[in-house]
């Protein structure tokens, strides 16, 4: 049982590196067009206010980036320290726990990112397809990808 669990490992990294982004991505459209509920019941967050714009933009561009996979480490901690920055400035404040502040939703988004910057995309990640066009003769083997064994 173990086994299999590690094997697929890599593939629940990726699958939670992608709804992970997903989830960043859609906070961020959602605040700066207004799409999907928009920002806080419909509106949009206007350009260049900080730091709410600058904080729509970074979602949007940090989670499409996890999503696909593409500088993933990079934007995983750009990511996380948003909504460090979030939870300490907007939420915390106003009391002591996430539950009384309302920043749940920063606290868990600053370590899930946290966490990828750590365990890298996992498979299916678009890093990991151009890594290996780019080099492949390089001897370096991607960490994140499964091995497989040829007979």
Excluded: K
């Excluded at 749940?104 to 151009?130: H, K, Y």
């Amino acid at each position: 049982m173990n086994a299999r669990l590690d094997h697929a490992q890599p593939y629940a990294v990726g699958l939670f590196r992608i709804v992970t982004g997903l989830l960043f991505a859609s906070h961020g459209a959602a605040s700066l067009f207004g799409v999907l509920g928009g920002a806080h019941g419909g509106g949009t967050v206007a350009a260049g206010t900080w730091p709410g714009w600058y904080a729509a933009a970074i979602q949007l561009v940090a989670g499409a980036l996890v999503l696909l996979g593409l500088g993933t480490r990079a934007a995983a901690f750009v990511a996380s320290g948003s909504m460090a920055y979030a939870y300490f400035t907007v939420h915390q404040p106003g009391a002591l726990w996430p539950l009384q502040n309302g920043g749940e939703a920063s606290a868990m988004f600053c370590w899930a990112f946290l966490l990828l910057v750590f365990t890298g995309p996992g498979a299916l990640a678009l890093d990991s397809l151009f890594a290996s066009r780019t080099s492949p003769s390089s001897g370096h083997r991607d960490e994140s990808r499964p091995e497989t064994v040829t007979a």
